[in-house]
């Protein structure tokens, strides 16, 4: 049987393509809408003072978008999207070379009380 000149078979093709089509294009749509979901974090006026720390990260995908960052003496400060792992390691480095180590001979009778301290030098008297 003919319509408009077209094999029955042809049409059913046709019909066929054409949901395939329209299934290729619901899926496009749909990572269209996906991607569109991209958070970016925005930060101004960020300033570390001198000896501090910060970070500002975040997990892997999303954006950082920064602007004026100043940054003091000996400071350090980490932006970017890292995995946890990374994060981890950074943040560990960075923090345990600030930590001091107080020797067992430098704790005083006050440890528990006020805290580690340590002994003055004549000259910071």
Known sequence: MKSLGFEESDIVKLEEEIKTVKQCLDICSNASEQASLVRVHHFEHVKAEDDGSQFF?????????????????????????????????????????????????????????????????????
């Open 57 to 125: 990260v975040s997990s892997l995908g999303d954006l950082l978008n920064v602007k004026n960052v100043v940054a003091g003496h000996r400071a350090a400060q980490v932006f970017g999207s890292m995995s946890d792992q990374s994060i981890q390691k950074i943040s560990g480095d960075r923090f345990s070379s600030q930590i001091p180590i107080i020797n067992q001979q430098s704790r005083g009778k006050f440890e528990g009380k006020y805290g580690n301290g340590h002994k003055l030098n004549e000259k910071d008297i």
